[in-house]
C-alpha cells in the first residue's frame, strides 16, 4: 500500500467512524428511568401518561405548555431528557429518587412563569418534574386555611376562596397564571402586602 492510499484508508475510516450514529446514550438513561420509576411501585403501567421522553408523542406540545419565555424554545437551548406529571406524591418521590440514581438534575414547575428558564432549563442532563396535575384547592373557612397543592395556579386559588367567602382573601401576586409553587416559595408580593405581608408569610410547608 502506498503512503497516498494508506493516508486515504485512514481518512476514509475516520469518515466511516464519524458519520456513524453516536451511542444513544440518551435513550438508554430514558429506558432505564423508566424501569427504575416503574419498579418503585410495582406497577408496569405506572409511566403511561406519566413519564414522557424525547421521542413520546405529547413531549412537544408539554415542553411547549411550560416555556413561558419563547427565548427557551430554541433549538439550542438544552431541553430535558425526560419530563414527569406525578398524578401523587408517589411518582415525585420515584422521580426524584430515579433522577439521582441516573445522574439527572431534577427541575420543578409549578406555573412556569420563571422567565430567566430556571424550571425548565438546565446545562448538564436533567428532567422536569411538571405539578400540572397536582392542583387540588381545599378551602376550611372554618380553620380560616386552605390546602393547596403546588401546581396550582394564584387565580384558581383566588377563584376557589370567592366562591366560599365573600369576606376571605390571600395576600399574593396580581398574575393569575402565576404558580402556587413557585409564588410562595420565593415570596409572593401583591395589593395587600401592606397589611398583610407576603405570601410566604401565610403558609406552612406539610411534612411527608
Ligand atoms: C406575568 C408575571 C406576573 C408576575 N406577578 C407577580 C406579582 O404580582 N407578585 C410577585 O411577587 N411576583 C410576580 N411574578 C413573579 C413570580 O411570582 C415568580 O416568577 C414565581 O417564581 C413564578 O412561579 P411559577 O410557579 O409560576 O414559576 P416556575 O417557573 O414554575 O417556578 C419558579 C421557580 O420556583 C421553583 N419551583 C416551582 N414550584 C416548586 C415547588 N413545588 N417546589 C420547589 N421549587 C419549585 C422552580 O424550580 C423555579 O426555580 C410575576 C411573574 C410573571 C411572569
Known amino acids: 500500500m502506498t503512503l497516498t ?11 466511516f467512524f464519524s458519520i456513524l450514529p453516536a451511542p444513544s446514550f440518551s435513550f438508554d438513561i430514558e429506558r432505564s428511568f423508566l424501569q427504575c420509576f416503574t419498579s418503585g411501585s410495582g406497577n408496569s403501567n405506572l409511566t403511561s401518561g406519566i413519564v414522557f421522553t ?7 406540545h408539554l415542553l411547549q405548555s411550560f416555556i413561558r419565555n419563547l427565548r427557551f424554545s430554541d433549538n439550542s437551548v438544552p431541553k430535558p431528557n425526560l419530563i414527569v406529571t406525578p398524578r401523587e406524591i408517589l411518582h415525585i418521590q420515584n422521580a426524584v429518587l430515579c ?12 406555573g412556569g412563569h420563571d422567565y430567566e428558564g430556571l424550571s425548565y432549563v438546565s446545562d448538564v442532563p436533567f428532567l422536569i418534574i411538571d405539578l400540572v396535575n397536582l ?9 380560616d386555611s386552605a390546602w393547596i ?12 376562596i370567592a ?11 396580581t398574575c393569575p397564571t402565576v404558580g402556587v409553587g413557585g409564588h ?12 398583610y405581608g407576603l405570601a410566604a408569610d401565610q403558609i406552612m410547608m406539610p411534612r411527608l
Not at 433522577?99 to 409549578?110: E, P
Not at 392542583?135 to 380553620?143: A, F, L, Q, W, Y
Not at 394564584?154 to 377563584?159: A, H, M
Open 184 to 195: 410562595l416559595s420565593g415570596g409572593g408580593f401583591g395589593t395587600i402586602f401592606r397589611k
Open 5 to 15: 492510499s494508506a493516508k486515504s484508508l485512514l481518512l476514509s475510516i475516520t469518515i
Open 54 to 60: 424525547k421521542s413520546s408523542s405529547s413531549y412537544n
Open 99 to 110: 433522577a439521582k440514581k441516573h445522574g439527572l438534575q431534577a427541575r420543578v414547575v409549578s
Open 163 to 173: 366562591k366560599h367567602s365573600k369576606i376571605h382573601g390571600f395576600p399574593a401576586g
Open 149 to 160: 397543592e403546588a401546581g396550582a395556579a394564584l387565580g384558581e386559588l383566588y377563584y376557589a
Open 135 to 143: 392542583r387540588s384547592i381545599t378551602i376550611d373557612i372554618k380553620s
